[in-house]
């Protein structure tokens, strides 16, 4: 007899019923692990941003070292003339 | 005709569960707008989220592959730093030792600047070939003059042969080929 006056009433607020169960699956799937997963992704984002921006300052370094690396090999040519003067 | 009062003929358990119904109504809307609304903001938040991971993946891919670049220049950078060293070595030794510019700085205040010199080249010591071509005659016998002025050349030749002259007819200007004689003692061999 219980049985039946609830189903009875789950069946009469069957909207919202859905509502309830659908409110506490976004909130408790979605919503809430998103909200707190957020922060910590932000800062991962900036540490790997900030060693990324240190890795291109070596790199152009580097480069820079290597394009003088090619002045300073023709700079180290044999001489042609008077080498033994 | 007097007015008689309205009758109410709805019982009064009808009005009741009209009301209660109306209340039903109003919270099983408000049930499903605070489900659409929260939907929404659970996709908006989720999206956002995905967003995040997907630029934590980037930044982590963009990281690894120039740690890899690096790698791949170390040895390059090994042997840049082995030549910045020589290069510092040759810095020093230039400075302390200034005879292979001794005779180019002297050329190089004798030539007009309308003579070229092509080719430079020691014939035997205290011999030096030069070759190249000049404006004209005139520009020719200006450098010899001033090759052999104590002010400019004349400080390390002592005299000049011209080999041969000749008039280049398409471009109009002298070739020339000479030796210039090196004054003793002036440049000193290395051993």
Redesign the interface.
């Known amino acids: 007899m219980k049985t039946n006056r609830l189903t009875n009433a789950l069946v ?2 069957l ?2 019923a ?3 169960v ?2 506490l699956f ?2 408790l799937v ?2 809430l692990p ?2 707190s ?2 922060p910590s ?2 800062s ?2 900036q540490v ?2 900030d ?2 921006k240190d ?2 300052i ?2 152009s370094r ?2 820079s ?2 394009a ?2 090619n002045t ?2 023709s ?2 040519q044999p ?1 042609l ?2 080498t ?2 | 005709m007097p007015k008689r009062p309205d009758i109410n003929l709805i019982p009064t358990e009808l009005r009741d569960q009209r009301k209660v119904e109306e209340v039903r109504k109003t919270f099983n809307f408000a049930g499903l707008g605070i489900l659409i609304v929260l939907a929404v903001a659970s996709i908006l938040v989720f999206g956002y989220r995905l967003k995040l991971d997907a630029d934590l993946k980037n930044n982590e891919k963009l990281v690894t592959r120039e740690q890899e670049k690096i790698r791949d220049l170390s040895g390059i950078e090994q042997d840049a730093r082995r030549l910045k060293a020589k290069s510092e070595a040759a810095d020093k030794i230039f400075q302390n030792q200034n005879r292979f510019s001794i005779l180019l700085d002297n050329l190089a205040e004798s030539t007009p600047q309308d003579v070229t010199v092509t080719n430079f080249s020691t014939i035997e010591a205290g011999k030096v070939g030069i070759s190249g071509n000049a404006q004209s005659y005139n520009s020719l016998a200006n450098f010899i003059l001033t090759a052999l002025d104590q002010n400019y050349g004349g400080k390390i030749f002592n005299g000049a042969d011209l080999t041969s002259v000749s008039l280049d007819e398409v471009t109009g200007r002298a070739r020339f080929a000479m030796v210039f004689y090196l004054k003793s003692n002036v440049l000193v061999k290395e051993e």
């Open positions: 009469e607020n909207y919202l859905v509502s309830v659908g409110s976004f909130v979605l919503l998103s909200f997963l957020i992704l932000r991962e984002i790997k941003a060693e990324f890795l291109k070596k790199s580097l480069n070292l290597i003088n690396q300073l090999k700079l180290f001489p003339i008077f033994e003067y």
